[in-house]
Each structure stands twice: as C-alpha cells, then as structure tokens.
C-alpha cells in the first residue's frame, strides 16, 4: 500500500500505465491535446488516492466509492515520480488489469462500455467516443521528445 509520508506542496496527481515500451494516454477534446491521466486533489486527499481516483473518473466516466480507492491502493505498487505539483504513479499495464478486474468484481458500470472491459485491450479499444473529459484513449510509444509528424497531422485532418 502507498502511504505518502512527504509535506512537498502538491496539487494534482496522476497514474502513468506503461510496459516500458508504450504508455496509455488519453485526448481532451476541449483543450485540443493528447495527456496523461490524473487530476486535481480534493480535501484531505493523498496523493495516491487522488491518482487512483481521478483515472478511475477518466477512464469510466464514472465516480466510485472511496472503499474502491483504498481497495486498489492496497493491491498496487506504484514508483512515485514528483514533476513540481504534479505527483505521478509510475504503474504497469498489469497493474491496470488488477485495477480493471476489482471494478468489474464490484459490478462496475460505466456508460463508456456496453460490457465493462476485462483488460487493457478492451479498455482502449471497446470505449465509446465520449463527451467525458478524456473522449479518446490511446497507446503511444514511450521515447524521449515524442512528436507527431506534420504530415501524419494532416493526413489525420483529411481523414477526420
């Protein structure tokens, strides 16, 4: 279990999911970009719970109890990397089935999902296009200094 035991000023946290080769990020449609997952803390929080909490809400659109959230934080294991106010949770893809398996266990239910995902690969690509704060997930491979291409920017708006 984490227990945060730092008085570093803080004001938002996040979970980072990668294998080491790619890491899972979401798009924003009213801020046009591609982000992590995480938020802002709520009163009293830690930074792990806010994590926890706050890709649950990304992920699922969906608010959970704060059993859930110590549930998860009890199964996990997460390297902490502090970027200024922003505290992040290093966590792998396995991580993030356990943390899907507890929810489907719970009966879950989110209306991004007509069958609640039993793993990443569901997660990203079951998802339904949405109004939520994060409308789209994706896998992006994790390299320094990542860019996309101007040309593969405006194939995509072609497309689109």
């Known amino acids: 279990m984490y227990n945060c035991c730092s008085k570093k000023r803080w004001d938002s946290a996040g979970c980072f999911f990668t294998d080491g080769r790619y890491f899972l990020a ?5 801020i046009s970009c591609i982000s992590g997952i995480g938020g802002m803390k709520n009163t009293g929080e830690q930074p792990m719970y806010t994590a926890i909490r706050e890709t ?4 699922f659109d969906i608010l959970v109890p704060s059993s859930i959230v ?3 934080m009890d199964v996990i294991y997460a390297k902490e990397i502090v970027n200024g106010t922003y505290i992040l949770f290093v966590l792998s893809f396995d991580d993030l089935d356990t943390i899907i398996s507890l929810l489907h266990n719970c009966n ?4 991004l999902y007509d069958t609640f995902p039993k793993n990443v690969v569901e997660l990203i690509f079951n998802r339904k296009v949405s109004t939520s704060e994060i409308s789209h997930l994706a896998l992006l491979p994790l390299v320094k200094n990542l860019k996309i291409s101007k040309c593969l920017l405006e194939d995509i708006s072609k497309i689109v």
């Open 26 to 30: 979401g798009y924003q449609d009213k």
């Open 56 to 59: 649950i809400e990304e992920l």
């Open 108 to 111: 879950i239910i989110s209306n």
């Open 70 to 72: 110590l549930e998860i």
